[in-house]
């Protein structure tokens, strides 16, 4: 699972002020992993970081992998033909913290981006007896974050904050 730790001091207000009403914030962490997860999704629908940048596009070399493979082309950063990373976005909750992200393999890579051969390469012999070196990754990948929180989802755990103290405080 990837983490994306956000250190906000009015979220981190908000937080402390939950924590002194409620002993067991597990509640709120629902609601906020299910609205986060919601938004993150809605970043895949635009194609935006958090901070609303468009993502970079898919460069030719990938649309070329697609064809040769037989596989339907998405043009669209970050959709792939499974579609599995835009579909995969969890989390999970404890009674004062809440983890979302994906736990696919190569999500990593695509919020962080990756240079050509920064995980080593597969080096062998196939089936002609040619020997070949392949980077991993192959070629460079631009950084395409789709994990934090947008100004628009620090409003909305806020909100869901303010509700759990309200509620509690009643």
Same mark, same amino acid.
């Given at each position: /699972?990837?983490?994306?730790?956000?250190?906000?001091?009015?979220?981190?207000?908000?937080?402390?002020?939950?924590? !002194?009403?409620?002993?067991?914030?597990?509640?709120? /962490? %629902?609601?906020?992993?299910? #609205?986060?997860?919601?938004?993150?999704?809605?970043?895949?629908?635009?194609?935006?970081?958090?901070?609303?940048?468009?993502?970079? +596009?898919?460069?030719?070399?990938?649309?070329?992998? #697609?064809?040769? !493979?037989?596989?339907? =082309?998405?043009? *669209? +950063?970050?959709?792939?033909?499974?579609?599995?990373? @835009?579909?995969?976005?969890? #989390? %999970?909750?404890?009674?004062?913290?809440?983890?979302?992200?994906?736990?696919?393999?190569?999500?990593?890579?695509? %919020?962080?981006?990756?240079?050509?051969?920064?995980?080593?390469?597969?080096?062998?012999?196939?089936? *002609?007896?040619? @020997? #070949?070196? /392949?980077?991993?990754?192959?070629?460079?990948?631009?950084?395409? +974050?789709?994990?934090?929180? @947008?100004? $628009?989802? *620090?409003?909305?755990?806020?909100?869901?904050?303010?509700?759990? =103290?309200?509620?509690? %405080? $009643?």
């Amino acid at each position: /699972m990837i983490t994306v730790e956000i250190n906000d001091a009015q979220v981190r207000q908000a937080l402390d002020e939950v924590a !002194r009403a409620l002993t067991d914030l597990t509640p709120a /962490m %629902q609601d906020i992993g299910e #609205y986060l997860t919601e938004t993150t999704k809605e970043r895949f629908r635009e194609g935006v970081s958090p901070e609303g940048t468009p993502w970079a +596009p898919k460069s030719q070399a990938t649309i070329d992998a #697609y064809v040769a !493979r037989k596989d339907k =082309v998405d043009f *669209r +950063p970050l959709h792939g033909p499974s579609g599995r990373l @835009s579909s995969e976005i969890a #989390y %999970q909750v404890g009674p004062s913290q809440v983890e979302i992200g994906s736990s696919l393999v190569y999500a990593a890579v695509q %919020q962080f981006g990756a240079e050509a051969g920064q995980f080593g390469a597969r080096i062998g012999t196939d089936k *002609r007896g040619r @020997s #070949y070196f /392949m980077p991993i990754p192959w070629g460079d990948i631009p950084a395409r +974050p789709f994990l934090g929180l @947008s100004a $628009e989802d *620090r409003t909305g755990v806020l909100e869901i904050l303010e509700e759990y =103290v309200t509620g509690a %405080q $009643e």
